[in-house]
């Protein structure tokens, strides 16, 4: 950052006599901001049925089982995903005991190495343009989709960081440094066995292409050394398939090896969407930058749109690496048949370094943005959340106090800065303190949700009646909600909706206890209850049981 921009810098925020303080809040104020975040998802939030419940559950039924090589979901090998975040778990709780923390450190500290890396990775690719540097961590921590998933207990920020810890180590092959070839093993092979070979379909591309973008030499050795180190890094991921499939037992297999890749590739038997579903989300999970993008086409055209395209064009890394880290994946992820938002996260921080690549321009040339915009979005979300404890609407909006009002005016409110101009630098990094404040008020004001959503407390009952000999099992489709927080030693019986397969678990299990997911309030007399959404779980012995139409 020049000098020239500095003085306006520290004009923007009134500190003119101390632009080094300005500078130093937009080098490193994205780190505070985002330790915050997770302090405060972990005080507000409990773990998130069903997804986050279910891979801690998986964790503690491979910790009380001993089976380390094959994830276990209620007492059966579990074939959806590979095991290394299963393994990190294991590990935080080798040292420390087990716990609810340390798994749910796990994703931020990627998180938090993802921001660093992407810093990293912009000052490497653009040296001369520093500004874009600092602009990266912003950019991806302000981004709303990007942030949901920081502080989550899932796999996807575990595969965002080793594509980006792909790209390093193809990137420091490009300087003739020898480690970049152990960053792209650890990228390729801890990223398969993250996610399966979900995180090829990005470093693949990237790889390939990466005497275009990364400056390493265009010959067959390239091609033949990455094909290796790429092949060797994936191995490890296939000993440990090939190994699980022998332990698993031939259904277990077949999932692994064949299903879980074909099988969602070809003709998914879940999340099937249409084929342009990914251009629908991409510009809805960048948001705000998509907004603030919109707004600086008026400012680009006023500095010069031919300045840009020179630019643009004399870099063609710049091309070439979004073609390769946004098109060619979005275009594999389109053709697959089934189709989640989470799996075009890893796009991301492309987009933030190319978002970081093209503000940095602007501010070079002196460029003073609004985000009014942003300031619209933001304030159409803090009206419906001051609105929303007034409606009538489902059981889980009944739980909004008034309060909550009061909460979404603030986020109006707060928008309200960025309605003015500032330099463009500094209104980045206001865009991603707004973004981070708002999502902490929301949290705030959803606490009082919590009940709906914990299921600690009646877990923990669960398990004790389970460990005095009292047999369970849940009617419909239990996907291990109660095995982590209720330490549960034993799986837990699966019954059918059919009144059939409850009597004869009754009559089976005479101390047996039924739990069913009910509409509506719970019977006065069950033996524990907990709110999940709109609906109770209710737990029956099977003396007191009667019969009634639980809730698919």
Known sequence: MDAHSSRRLGRAGGQSGQPGLVAGLLEWGWLPLFLLTVAAALWFRPLMPVDETRYLGVAWDMWRSGSWVVPVLNGEPYSHKPPLLFWLMHAGWALFGVNELTPRLIGPAFSLASLFLVRRVAGRLWPTRPVAATLAPWILLGSVYWLGFATMVMFDQLVLFFVLLGV?????????????????????????????????????????????????????????????????????????????????????????????????????????????????????????????????????????WSWHVERLLADKRLLVLSLAWVAVPLLLLSLMSGKLPHYALPMLPAMALLTAFWLAGLAGRGIWLTARSITLMWGVLGLALAVLPWLDGSEVVTLLPGWVSGVGLAIMAMAGVLWWAWPLTAQAGMVSAVTVTALLLVHLAFMPLRPAFDFAPFAERLGQWQATGHTLGFVGKYRAEYDFYGRLSEPVVRLSNDGAAVEDFCRESVAGIVIERRKGEPPADALASTRFRSKHDVALSCGQRRPAKPSP
């Open 168 to 304: 390093w180590g193809i990137l420091e092959v490009g300087r003739a440094k020898r480690r970049g070839w152990v960053w792209l093993f650890l990228a390729t092979g801890l990223g398969v066995l993250a996610k399966g070979p979900f995180a090829l379909v990005y470093l693949v591309p990237l790889t390939v292409s990466a005497p275009w973008w990364a400056g390493v030499s265009l010959q067959w050795r390239w091609f033949i050394t990455a094909g290796l180190v790429g092949f060797v890094g994936s191995f490890l991921a296939l000993a440990w398939a090939l190994w699980a499939a022998h332990l698993g037992g031939p259904t277990y297999a077949e999932e692994i090896l064949w299903q879980q890749i074909a099988g969602r590739a070809v003709e998914a038997f879940d999340h099937a969407e249409p084929f342009y579903y990914y251009l629908m989300m991409l510009p809805v999970m960048f948001l705000p930058w998509t907004l603030l993008l919109i707004a600086s086409l008026p400012a680009g055209r006023r500095a010069g």
